[in-house]
């Protein structure tokens, strides 16, 4: 692997791509979720913070703070990334309203729009098919978890075969996708989630995002936690599983991400998932030790 990884990771694909290193600029576009609104349920996942997975997203009329936030990173390009909710959940015209107006930024390169496999409907698949044609495009897609036992559970709203026909329509389009994962989900053994990691390394997508779940304060996870009906996985725990799971994934997959990023102040637990550095030199190490 590249940059002495032992993983294939996004930033080669970046930098094979655009020829430099490119940074991701989270953005809020105002975007809601049929889990939250009323249509499936409201109060989202039960992991759910109240921000939708975009605790650290700029609100996109601010492009130039986003951009500032990672000065000390980046002085080249950048993917705008639809982080909060779901991106899709709007019609089509509101939705290009925003990609316009960032596709304006001559620092952007290309997007990314997160969003749910029950939320891409036939006009935004149009959409995002002729958005393809014109800029580097790639849906985000929560998968989670392959089990429909554990989607029910966390009150996700969806099937898991909900995802594989809204997959299959995406690469049909070639669409690139890059598929969500989330390890240590309420009653998953780590059979379940090597389950949900093969299935993710036969449908070879384009990139997979990894997520440690962690329990936000205010959440129902968190009160699980605090009655004693939910245990996250520890450090060590989770760096081992994730080392069968990248051995299964292969080097044709590249990784986006390896674990979340919960906010300090709205985190419960577990505690080492606020120190990043040290889990990913943590990691690096045992995938060196372990090959």
């Not at 393809?132 to 985000?140: A, F, Q, R, S, Y």
């Not at 379940?192 to 997508?205: G, N, S």
């Not at 936690?225 to 994934?249: D, F, H, V």
């Amino acid at each position: 692997m590249e940059n002495g990884l032992n993983y294939n990771s996004i930033t080669n694909y970046y930098k094979k791509t655009f020829g430099e290193s490119v940074y991701k600029l989270a953005l809020n576009i105002g975007a809601t979720c049929p889990n939250r609104d009323g249509s499936l349920g409201k109060g989202g996942c039960i992991y759910c913070s109240g921000a939708g997975s975009g605790d650290y997203a700029t609100i996109y009329s601010r492009l130039e703070l986003a951009k500032q936030k990672l000065k000390d990173k980046n002085t080249g390009k950048y993917i705008a990334y639809f982080q909060s909710f779901t991106n899709t959940y709007m019609p089509v015209e509101k939705l290009d309203s925003f990609v316009q107006e960032v596709l304006k930024d001559k620092d952007i390169c290309g997007l990314s729009i997160s969003t749910r496999p029950d939320c891409i409907s036939e006009d935004m698949l149009e959409y995002l098919s002729n958005l393809n044609k014109i800029t580097h495009l790639v849906v985000e897609l929560g998968l989670q978890s392959v089990h429909n036992k554990t989607l029910k559970l966390i009150k996700r709203g969806h099937t898991f075969e909900d995802f594989v026909v809204c997959y299959n329509r995406l690469k049909s389009r070639n669409i690139k996708v890059c598929v969500h994962i989330m390890n240590g989900l309420p009653n998953e053994s780590e059979g379940d989630m090597l389950q949900t990691i093969k299935f993710v390394a036969d449908i070879m997508p384009h990139s997979v995002k990894i997520h440690c779940v962690y329990v936000p304060k205010d959440t129902q996870l968190c009160d699980m936690y605090i009655n004693g009906k939910y245990k996250p996985l520890e450090m060590q725990e989770y760096i081992q599983l994730l080392a069968k799971q990248l051995k299964i994934l292969g080097d044709k997959i590249y990784i986006e991400r390896l674990t979340g990023d919960g906010e300090r102040s709205n985190l419960v637990a577990p505690e080492w998932t606020l120190h990043k550095r040290y889990f990913l030199n943590q990691l690096n190490k045992y995938l060196a030790e372990n090959k």
